[in-house]
């Protein structure tokens, strides 16, 4: 194992290496928040892939393979399918909005409005993204050094919330990529091939387990439509997802960047759930699916290549974890603290304030991220953490978001009361359903969706100026800051 150990460390080491390079770099609230929104498409789509494919993605799909066989892939498919359409419908838009975050959309589209509430919501579903990143350390650190679960929280997140105070984007930008490439390099050219060959090839696969495990839908027609609603619609409007479409050097970047990582994830999907299947053939009574990651990793995979393929889980979790962690931040420290302050910061750089916002950014990464790994220490269930997260998101944000972007007669006041009642409607439900039901997320969208459009409905509609500068907006061509004044167009 010493060879392993050291593969683990290193690539520990790089990761804090890049945050202290990356702290060089970000000098501005633009290059903090968002990498000076200057990536190109190589960086642009290996980061992008890289935060949509977390341990939840590498361990809980290898985890449903073992459970589904190749249907297990439906999970990581729908996060695909959902990056595949915010890049070719929404994100040339989005990019072009030249904000920093989701709430400050709705403020532009609404009129300034929505904002706390949003907020508050988008907040709650970060939190809980990272917290779940978080304690999938545990899994990681237990199999490698057989420390205990608080200790594994406390090292693996300590590492992440170190090199995303430091360098904000950049950092995470950077690490993200050495992920991207530890990941490619770890799951789909090691462990898929040897995991296949050790369990005697796919002919033996299906001699050995029943004819369902090679049943694309195996998994149940209402799982996979449940996969869409909350992973395909979740990836649409996702804080953790928008702020890296922020990122992008132009909108086309935005737009083939996103399509490349989307088309990434489903190769993904399918190598996680081969594994898994793989795993199975292997280990027929493994006490819970997603130990199936770590325990083929563990006896099949030869030394050094075993660091590679456990340092790949470890980049998966990080990845996923620091998106997670600015994104809260951002949410926290834009859209809540300097709306509570009284202070209402329109978009972009205040230049006389650059270096204290950066600053004032770094303390609240540091102070969600201490929140973080408390909470991931007390929390126990990755899954229903991971499913109250996303239920909030797409119950209480997906209506009035994908509304004001595609309906020019959707109100403020049609926003607030779809954000109010879709996000009441989930917890409602998931207290009577149980949180890992369908039904919340079913009920709750319908809900935020007919008072959306009734509230809408009955309300004056947005004012023309509004939608004026929301179009200027929409199509580029207004300054990234809000005081300055807008050049005239002869």
Not at 226 to 236: E, H, K
Not at 256 to 269: E, K, N, P, S, V
């Amino acid at each position: 194992m010493a060879v392993d150990y050291i593969v683990i460390v290193v690539y520990l080491a790089g990761m804090l290496a890049m945050g202290w390079w990356g702290m060089r770099r970000a000098k501005s609230k633009s290059e903090f928040l968002v990498a000076g929104r200057r990536l190109g498409p190589a960086m642009y789509s290996g980061t992008m892939a890289a935060i949509v494919l977390g341990g939840a993605s590498t361990i809980g799909g290898v985890g449903l393979g073992y459970q589904y066989g190749l249907s297990g892939a439906w999970m990581v498919v729908t996060i695909g399918l959902g990056l595949l359409a915010l890049s070719v419908f929404f994100s040339a838009r989005i990019a072009r909005l030249k904000v920093y975050t989701v709430s400050e959309m709705l403020d532009l589209r609404y009129g300034g409005k929505a904002g706390v509430i949003s907020g508050v919501v988008m907040w709650a579903y970060t939190l809980m993204l990272a917290v779940t990143s978080t304690i999938a350390y545990a899994t990681i650190f237990d199999v490698l050094f057989d420390v205990n679960r608080t200790l594994a929280i406390i090292l693996g997140g300590s590492i992440v919330v170190a090199y995303s105070t430091l360098g904000g984007m950049w950092s995470i930008t950077l690490t993200d990529m050495v992920q991207f490439v530890v990941k490619t390099i770890g799951v789909l050219l090691l462990l898929l091939p040897i995991a296949v060959v050790k369990a005697g090839g796919f002919s033996e696969m299906k001699a050995q387990l029943p004819t369902s495990y090679f049943d694309p839908l195996g998994v149940g027609g209402e799982t996979i439509f449940t996969y869409v609603l909350i992973y395909t619609f979740g990836m649409l409007i996702g804080q953790d997802i928008w702020q890296r479409v922020f990122t992008a050097r132009s909108d086309r970047t935005a737009k083939w960047g996103g399509t490349i990582a989307g088309t990434y994830c489903l190769a993904y999907a399918v190598a996680g759930a081969v594994i898994g299947t793989a795993a199975k053939v292997l280990y027929p009574k493994l006490g819970s699916p997603d130990d199936a990651f770590a325990t083929i990793v563990k006896d099949e995979l030869p030394i050094g290549v075993r660091g590679l393929v456990l340092a790949a889980a470890l980049a998966a979790v990080m990845s996923t974890s620091s998106g997670a962690l600015i994104a809260c931040a951002t949410v926290a420290n834009n859209d809540i603290w300097s709306r509570l302050r009284g202070v209402v910061r329109r978009t972009g750089d205040a230049h006389g304030e650059a270096h204290d916002e950066v600053k004032g950014n770094r303390t609240f990464i540091l102070v969600m991220g201490v929140a973080v790994i408390c909470a991931a220490i007390a929390l126990n269930d990755v899954v229903e953490a991971l499913t109250v997260a996303y239920n909030l998101l797409v119950g209480g944000l997906l209506v009035p978001i994908l509304g004001g972007l595609l309906w020019k007669r959707g109100t403020a006041q049609g926003a607030l009361a779809a954000v109010a009642v879709g996000g009441l409607a989930v917890i409602g439900l998931m207290a009577g359903y149980g949180i890992l039901a369908n039904e919340p997320v079913y009920y709750g969208l319908l809900a935020s969706l007919a008072v959306y459009v009734a509230v809408s409905l009955a309300t004056r509609p947005t004012d023309e100026a509004t939608l004026a500068a929301w179009r200027e907006r929409l199509a580029g061509r207004a300054p990234e800051s809000m005081s300055e004044p807008v050049p005239a167009h002869h």
